[in-house]
């Protein structure tokens, strides 16, 4: 059995583990951080090591068995950057923008690199959020930043990256999340997100390869009247990109896009 792209058993200076698909911890929507103590700001110097160690760029408590609304992040993956590491408690996305990006994204939960495919997600979004003192902030974020957040924003509502695969993605995937669910033995495990959530998600998952949501247009009727022959370029990026197939393309460079 191949064994590259396993997470390491056992992290420094913690006890926290990182948690895989089909835990239902990674189904269930978080609880508040009410409490901004040293025991939480404890907890997400551990979740930036594991992060860091992991190889990863971002890391949502869910991850590491704890259902709350909390993730860490930096989108460099370099733990010599470490000014631009975010904690993020109780987040909410305020707007989506209408201009989406596709591109390839892995995850920590789900194998790694055995599990990746394309993902359609915002441009930019406007951010609310507390840090790990309790400190309100609000925020454009762009780029991959943008979508490390939404990631791991999904991580704390219960959905995982490949819900939003296309079906053909989420196919070829299929066998490596057998081979999980085979190896999970601490109980039932919870394999599809819940239902209210997954309609809302926005934007939508992928409904074939290729395709791109319907791109909300403002109601100025210049806009919308003439049907030009000339399709006007919809104003997204797609990442499916250079090699074709999903896989690279794209914003962020390197490797390092497990989340
Ligand atoms: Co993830």
């Keep these: 059995m191949m064994t590259m792209n396993l997470n390491p058993a056992s992290f420094t200076g913690t006890d926290l583990t990182i948690t895989e698909y089909p835990n239902p911890v990674l189904r269930r929507r978080g609880d508040d951080i009410a409490k901004f103590d040293d025991a939480l700001r404890q907890t997400c110097k551990e979740m930036i090591t594991i992060m860091y160690e992991a190889d990863g760029v971002g890391l949502?408590?869910?991850?590491?068995?704890?259902?709350?609304?909390?993730?860490?992040?930096?989108?460099?993956?370099?733990?010599a950057r470490p000014e631009l590491e975010?904690?993020?408690?109780?987040?909410?996305?305020?707007?989506?923008?209408d201009t989406v990006v596709v591109d390839c994204e892995g995850c920590l939960s789900s194998r790694s690199g055995r599990c990746e495919g394309s993902v359609c997600r915002a441009k930019e979004l406007m951010v609310e959020y507390q840090d790990e003192d309790g400190r309100k902030i609000r925020k454009k974020l762009?780029?991959?930043?943008?979508?490390?957040f939404q990631h791991e924003f999904d991580h704390v509502e219960g959905i995982l990256h490949f819900d939003r695969f296309a079906p053909e993605d989420r196919t070829n995937i299929q066998p490596e999340l057998e081979i999980m669910i085979g190896e999970y033995t601490k109980g039932d495990g919870v394999l599809e997100p819940d239902a209210t959530v997954f309609k809302s998600l926005k934007p939508p998952p992928l409904v074939r390869k290729g395709w791109m949501p319907p791109i909300e247009l403002p109601s100025i009727p210049s806009l919308l009247k003439p049907k030009s022959k000339n399709k006007s370029k919809p104003a997204v990026?797609?990442?499916?990109?250079?090699?074709?197939?999903g896989m690279?393309?794209?914003?962020?460079?390197?490797?390092?896009?497990?989340?």
């Design 86 to 97: 975010r904690i993020v408690c109780n987040p909410r996305i305020v707007t989506y923008s």
């Design 60 to 79: 949502a408590a869910p991850q590491v068995n704890l259902s709350l609304r909390l993730f860490v992040y930096n989108p460099t993956g370099d733990v």
């Design 237 to 245: 990026k797609a990442g499916f990109g250079a090699g074709g197939g």
């Design 248 to 259: 690279g393309g794209g914003i962020g460079k390197g490797k390092k896009k497990k989340k």
């Design 142 to 148: 762009t780029g991959f930043e943008a979508i490390v």
